[in-house]
């Protein structure tokens, strides 16, 4: 019974999957991009930067990577609390 | 853990600084190359990664401070944000160190992306180093636990 | 559908690992599931922006290039790849202690110690 449902619910999913990617613009021709073309445009004249990627993370969306580094640091506060010694001691 | 072989420990004496240097290299070019601070931090980190599998936890325990490794990540994420608060009478993020790509000069070009490449750098590597020497101790934590009674699961 | 076939793979790949987190009873499979289904997603967001006959978006290389491919998707993957990182340390962890409070790491026995 349980697998029945499961094979349902696998086979719906399945369905929907494939309904998606039936209707996502075409592999390698993505439309209208204004930003990424500014992007591409701007990145070496105005900031002197060749690798526009690292322009985009530490630049124009900076603030992205800002909430990037806390979630680092909440990830490595929350293991150092789990593990500090001792700690399971009433 | 227990060390691995010679072969593996002579390896390791090889290339681990190499790893380093990669990852400096990788991290301080990051503005123009493939790269940046991200990536350079987790080649950084694989040096602690590989020090663990040749010779063991036990010896990278003795050998490790871990307040350097907290201070790499202070450090770095601190500078990210004193350089991103700088910019701050125009906006946040602003790249007020920036010239044109001719100019050369002490400072690289790119201004604040090479500079904050370097901060976030230094705080994965930190990080990451950290993520793995707790979570080993962890393990180790787990084994030399002496065997206590049970625990209640009442709440 | 055919021309569509990379975002198909990540489909497959996204559906395999939702599979596997539904039918396994280890924790440290689901976790690895877990990490299929990051994985899934970053394939999405670089096959999203895929332009046909671009390249990378890098000026510093040698050859010529007028097409290049989008760097918005991949400078978000970036940041979704350091997330899926921190997140998969912290599961580990967890799992670590459970196996430690549990003696076990089967899920249906983990459900009938009434922890």
Redesign the interface.
């Given at each position: 019974m349980k697998k029945m449902i499961?094979v349902v619910a696998?086979l719906l999913?399945?369905a929907m999957?494939?309904g998606?990617?039936?209707n996502?613009h075409?592999?390698?021709?993505?439309g209208k991009?204004p930003?990424?073309d500014f992007?591409?445009a701007d990145a070496?004249p105005?900031?002197?930067?060749?690798?526009?990627?690292?322009?985009?993370?530490?630049?124009y969306?900076?603030?992205?990577?800002?909430?990037?580094?806390a979630?680092?640091?909440?990830?490595?506060c929350?293991?150092?609390v789990?593990?500090r010694?001792g700690g399971?001691k009433r | 853990m227990n060390p691995l072989s010679v072969v593996v420990r002579t390896g390791c004496d090889l290339f681990a600084w190499f790893m380093v240097v990669f990852g400096v290299n990788v991290l301080v070019h990051?503005?123009?190359?493939?790269?940046?601070?991200f990536q350079g931090g987790a080649i950084i980190a694989t040096f602690t990664a590989f020090l663990l599998v040749a010779y063991g936890g036990r010896k990278l325990l003795g050998w490790a401070n871990e307040k350097i490794f907290d201070l790499f990540?202070e450090v770095g994420?601190l500078a990210?944000?004193f350089l991103?608060f700088m910019g701050f009478p125009v906006t946040?993020?602003y790249?007020y160190l920036?010239?044109?790509?001719a100019a050369g000069g002490v400072v690289p070009?790119?201004?604040?992306?090479a500079l904050?490449?370097i901060a976030?750098g230094l705080?994965?590597s930190g990080?990451l180093s950290?993520?793995i020497l707790?979570?080993y101790?962890?393990i180790r934590?787990f084994e030399t636990a002496p065997m206590e009674e049970e625990?209640g699961h009442d709440r | 559908?055919i021309?569509?076939?990379?975002?198909?793979v990540v489909?497959?790949l996204?559906?395999g690992g939702?599979?596997a987190i539904?039918?396994e009873k280890n924790l440290i499979k689901i976790a690895i599931a877990i990490g299929i289904i990051s994985s899934a997603v970053n394939l999405f967001l670089v096959?999203?922006?895929?332009?046909?006959?671009g390249t990378a978006?890098?000026?510093?290389l040698a050859g010529e290039r007028t097409v290049?491919v989008?760097?918005?998707p991949?400078?978000?993957t970036?940041?979704a790849i350091?997330?899926s990182l921190?997140?998969t340390?912290?599961l580990l962890?967890?799992i670590m202690?459970v196996y430690r409070h549990y003696g076990t790491l089967d899920v249906d026995e983990i459900r009938r110690l009434r922890g």
């Open positions: 499961f696998a999913l399945g999957v494939v998606a990617v039936d996502a075409p592999f390698g021709f993505p991009t930003m990424d992007f591409l070496l105005n900031r002197s930067t060749e690798n526009i990627v690292t322009a985009i993370v530490f630049d969306r900076g603030f992205d990577t800002i909430g990037e580094a979630v680092l640091f909440t990830a490595l929350a293991i150092s789990l593990f010694e399971r | 990051g503005y123009m190359t493939p790269g940046g601070g990540e994420l990210f944000f991103a946040f993020f790249n920036v010239k044109p790509l070009p790119a201004g604040t992306t904050m490449s976030v705080e994965v990080a950290m993520v707790t979570m101790r962890g934590m625990i | 559908m021309g569509n076939a990379p975002f198909f489909g497959l996204f559906l939702l599979t539904f039918i096959a999203l922006g895929y332009r046909a006959g978006p890098i000026h510093f290049m989008l760097p918005t991949q400078a978000m970036l940041t350091v997330i921190a997140t340390a912290f962890s967890l202690l």
